[in-house]
Structures are given as C-alpha cells and as structure tokens.
C-alpha cells in the first residue's frame, strides 16, 4: 500500500520529527510504502475561524519594546552567541528531514492517508495554516483516511465555534479509523462522530530507537549536566531561572539546554534528534516542561522533573498517568529537590509499553488495508 502521513514534520522541534520518523518506520516496518504531505492552508477554512486563537503570553518572554528592554541584560551576549546556533540547529533538523524522513518525496495519489501523530487536531492555537479541515479528513489525494495519535493539544470541544464544529463534523465522516493520544482529545472526537476512538500512544512512546541512539555520536558535554528541555525561552522568570540554577549548584550539574535555547543557559548543545536521546539518556537529571521531554525522559532518563504549563496541561497531565510518572510532576521549579529524589521505574515502565506497542501496531495493521 501506498501510505501517506499528515503531520507536523516540518516544524523545527525534536518531538515533531522523532514521532514522524517513528510512526513512518513503524507503518514502513508493516509493508508499505511512505511518505509526507504537507499541511495546507485553506482560505475558507481560515475564514471560519476569523481572528480567533489562544495566547498563553505568560508562558512567553515579553516582546515589543519592553521585552527590547529586558533583553539588554546580563545575558545580553548569550544571546547572541544562541541566536547563531539556534540558525544551526534548524539547518540540522533539515538535513534530518532529507536524510531520514526523506520529506520531499511525493505522489499524487495514497491508498491511505494517516493523520498524526502530535496536536493536528488544535485548531484553536495552530501554526500558519489556521484552521484547515485538511487535518480532520478533508484529503483529497488519499482514499482512505485515518488518523493515529492525534492531539487537540489546548484546543476543547466545547470552545469551537459552531462554524468549525460542523466542518470538521462533516469532514470525519471521510475518517474511517480514530485513535487518539489524550482524554481530552477522546472526548473532542467523541463529540463530532459517533465511530469508535481508540486510545494510542505517541509513537516515540512505542517505537524502539535503541539502534540509533547506540550509533549517535554525542557532541562535546560537560562531565555531569541537567538537561533543561523547553520551547525556545519559555524558562524565562527569575524565580524558575533561579530555582533551576540553585538546584545545579547544589548538586555539581551544568545545566544544557537541547532542542532550542534558553537565553540563560550557556551550553546550548546543537543535535540532532537521535544524539538528543542519547543526551538525555546520559544526563544526570532532566528538567522539562513539554510533552516529548517528558517521553524522552520516561525512555532514557533515571531522574527528571515535568511541569506541567497551561498551554499543554490538557495533554501532559494525562501523559504522566497514562505512563506511570506521575511521581516526576511538579507544580513549581522549587520542587526540584524533591522530585530529583524519585528515580524512574524503568521495568514497570518498559513492561507497558511493550503491551501498548502490541495494540498499536493491531491498530496500524487493520486500519492501513
């Protein structure tokens, strides 16, 4: 069969692209033949949604003229010296695009077309295409459409204007097969088709990276480090700064940042995705505030905390009881210390996954034919 994925694979974040390259080799791993399309912009979709979107500016460093301001500080020149390798890290997730998702092949028509994984379904506070129907079904170049550990990240049924809700309404009845990733995404797709939800995890949860991480040559690290993974400078308050650097002092760890900068962390470490694990699998401790640091965490790492921010409550909340780690979750930096005395259950841990990549891969087996 020839298999296409609906996806978020060219935003520049290792997440997006690891649960690309999982869920591709997976589906590949079954027979088929895969590749990307990409997510579209449609003017009347976009309409629809008129200016609606979601801010969480909090969550964010101030911009305009005052955060001009604050950022003349004593960070000033690291943030230079970031900027520069924030330009390399996007030039290496390209060549991870080419070389391992091969993200511009392309045909003109699929026999199936899978939607997923990450938070296609979050109209609500979605990238540059708004809202497009694209991603609940409307494919055009696919006869069959289903999609895999889908995500409305923010975004809740009840706030969808009536407009969208009934667009996407008619555009599930192309979807012949749901699985979802979250509850709160259960419920989203429970109230616009009265198909069957399947619960799934992420694929990074489910696919088994020991090959490449094994041959991922690391970049240069300091003897001992946390890894501080976040969005680029979302750990910005003085009073998280702080509690993270005061955490490290204590315990002789040089915090590296990896995935995007955090304006205060000097060792920002440029990688790709398969050396990012292999990082967090060597780190003393890890500090994250996103749904696939907490993955990579749960597969690689015996120590680390999750905080769980507004914007992604939704599903971080429900990934760390779905997985077993709900010990890891802080609802402040200043619980560091306690949580850093928890170490990962791996075997307990190990032992679900393996049961849930059984469903996944009857799932992925039944739904492609």
Request: hydrophobic share 35%; net charge positive.
């Amino acid at each position: 069969m020839k298999v296409c994925i609906l996806s978020m694979q060219r935003v520049g974040n290792m997440g997006s692209l690891l649960q690309s390259y999982a869920l591709k080799t997976t589906i590949e791993r079954l027979g088929h033949q895969v590749e990307f399309i990409d997510i579209e912009k449609r003017e009347d979709d976009y309409k629809l949604l008129d200016d609606y979107k979601q801010k969480y500016d909090k969550e964010k460093e101030t911009t305009g003229l005052i955060g001009k301001i604050k950022k003349t500080d004593r960070y000033t020149l690291n943030r230079l010296r970031i900027k520069k390798k924030s330009i390399d890290q996007e030039n290496v997730f390209e060549q991870f695009r080419q070389k391992e998702l091969f993200i511009d092949r392309r045909s003109s028509k699929y026999n199936v077309c899978v939607i997923g994984s990450d938070e296609v379904f979050n109209c609500l506070n979605s990238g540059a295409w708004g809202f497009t129907s694209q991603l609940f079904g409307n494919v055009s170049n696919a006869d069959k459409v289903i999609t895999y550990a889908a995500s409305c990240g923010a975004t809740k049924y009840q706030e969808l204007p009536q407009s969208v809700a009934d667009k996407i309404r008619s555009s599930f009845d192309r979807v012949s097969a749901f699985s979802v990733r979250d509850n709160n995404t259960h419920r989203f797709v429970e109230n616009l088709t009265s198909k069957t939800v399947v619960d799934s995890l992420d694929p990074v949860l489910i696919y088994n990276f020991d090959k490449e991480v094994e041959a991922a040559i690391l970049p240069e690290l300091p003897a001992h480090y946390c890894v501080v993974y976040s969005y680029y400078n979302r750990i910005h308050t003085k009073v998280e700064i702080e509690a993270i650097e005061n955490f490290c002092n204590k315990h002789n760890l040089t915090p590296v940042a990896i995935g995007a900068p955090q304006f205060w962390v000097k060792n920002y470490v440029v990688c790709d995705p398969f050396q990012c694990l292999k990082i967090f699998q060597n780190a003393d401790f890890v500090v994250t505030d996103t749904f696939h640091g907490t993955i990579f965490s749960a597969k690689y790492s015996r120590r680390f905390a999750v905080l769980a921010r507004k914007s992604n409550k939704n599903k971080l909340l429900d990934l760390v009881k779905r997985i077993g780690v709900e010990e890891h979750l802080m609802t402040r930096m200043g619980e560091l210390e306690q949580v850093y005395a928890r170490e990962h259950d791996k075997i307990t841990f190990k032992n679900l996954i393996e049961q849930e990549k059984c469903k996944t891969i009857k799932y992925l087996k039944t739904s492609i034919k």
